[in-house]
């Protein structure tokens, strides 16, 4: 893989320097997804260049655990997983599941070969897209939705310890009742600044108890976890005016107080728009109550609690949405019987609350810095990444499930 692919990436990031001024164009400007296969189409986000027409940037929508020695008959997976008695906190004397490794972005490695194969035969060259801003988080998948595109969710409070913490379970594809909050936590690092879209990020996580056997058996066995969990990287591609910064302080008992009320009038189950305007009253605190408040930097170097004009505020609500929406809420979505293949980039979602047991119990107050820009953006720029292939770890090496013809297919062999 490392022979392969060092040329092919010399050769973006020379692309990429070369073109600074240069950025992927809106669907809505110019589509060249057409140019190419449907397969390539399902695997990649495709756009035009603002400068050059023989140049396609490239978003792509599935990712997986990085893999050394793809070529290799041997490939390891950057992935581990063990267990650990906990001896503290809500869950003392429990086993709890520790994960950790590298997703990377790029996915698909014969797709990629593909997709420069067919820009190549049309005299096109293609490049990683360019990004200014990357937000990576985990999800739950495999949730049920009705009709109206809501789940079924049921929350409860329940004590651990003193404290009462709201615990929801949703409806699964099979008629089963699935804890919301699988991982108790987790860390993405996301490249910051600017970036391309075909990078690395390392995460690590734990696991809420119920599910460290459920993932010893996806490890025995080498399945796709996606009926379980995925992780998800949205992109903000072009950033075309100056940023701004705020400054928020959060209260968090207050948040999430706000936060449980106001997802059980939904029943427990909120789509993305009815999202928008939790965090729209959350950031505007007409009444004083919120749990929330923001105050927005001057010119003269001073922070002030009135915003300079509306659209600055709704800007700072997209922000504010954007940095403590996955501390609030879990993303549940319907993927559907799970098996290796492309991603469903369709799947409907909806949010319920999450059991945040960190901010409750160790942080209940804190002020944050958020950077937002109010300029043009491709906002539908995502790669999922998905755990698959994968066998071994708790004690034994992690290694890539090689006897399978779609992992084989995947690493490009």
């Known amino acids: 893989m490392k022979s392969r692919f ?71 997976p950057r992935f581990s997983i063990v267990s650990r008695l906990t001896t503290s906190g809500p869950f003392a004397g429990m086993e709890q599941a520790v994960l950790g490794g590298a997703f990377d972005t790029t996915g698909n490695r014969g797709a990629l070969l593909k997709l420069e194969a067919e820009a190549k ?26 009709s109206n595109g809501r789940a079924n969710v049921r929350c409860a ?47 690590q996580a734990v696991s809420m108890p119920d599910y460290t056997p ?22 903000e591609l072009t950033t075309l005016a100056r940023t701004q910064v705020a400054r ?12 449980s009320t106001f997802s059980a009038i939904h029943l427990n189950s909120c789509l993305e728009v009815e999202l928008r305007t939790f965090f729209r009253r959350l950031a505007d605190n007409a009444d004083g109550t919120s749990g929330i408040t923001i105050e ?18 709704e800007e700072m609500v997209k922000a504010l949405e954007e940095s403590i929406r996955n501390e609030l809420f879990v993303e549940l979505r319907d993927y559907g019987q799970s098996q290796l293949g492309p991603v469903n980039t369709e799947a409907r979602a909806t949010f319920t609350l999450r059991a945040n047991y960190e901010k409750l119990i160790f942080k209940r107050k804190e002020t944050r810095y958020l950077s937002y820009n109010p300029g043009s953006k491709i906002a539908d720029a995502t790669t999922n990444m998905t755990l698959q292939c994968l066998k071994g770890g708790f ?19």
């Open 296 to 313: 927005y930097l001057q010119d003269d170097g001073s922070y002030k609690p009135t915003p300079p004009n509306r659209q600055k505020f």
């Open 395 to 413: 004690g034994q090496v992690v290694s890539w499930d090689m006897a399978d013809a779609a992992c084989r297919n995947i690493v490009g062999q």
């Open 214 to 235: 459920e993932m010893r058996e996806l490890m025995q066995s080498g399945s796709n976890w996606d009926a379980h969990i995925q992780a998800n990287t949205k992109w």
């Open 6 to 76: 060092s040329t092919l990436t010399l050769a973006m990031s020379s692309l990429i320097a070369s073109q600074v001024v240069a950025a992927p164009l809106s669907h809505d400007e110019r589509d060249v997804s057409s140019l190419f296969s449907i397969d390539t189409q399902q695997k990649f986000q495709l756009y035009a260049d603002s400068d050059h027409r023989d140049l396609i940037w490239y978003v792509p929508k599935e990712g997986m655990v990085a893999i050394n020695g793809a070529t290799t008959a041997t490939p390891r």
């Open 157 to 203: 409070e329940e004590m651990h310890g003193p404290y009462p913490v709201y615990v929801c379970k949703a409806m699964s594809d099979n008629g089963e009742w699935i804890n919301t909050t699988i991982l108790n936590s987790f860390i993405a690092q996301s490249p910051t600044g600017n970036t391309s879209v075909s990078t690395y990020i390392p995460f």
């Open 121 to 146: 035969a049309k005299n096109l060259r293609i490049s990683p897209a360019p990004a200014s801003k990357a937000t990576t988080s985990f999800l739950v998948s495999g949730v049920h939705f009705d």
């Open 248 to 259: 928020i302080n959060i209260d968090w008992e207050r948040t999430f107080e706000q936060a």
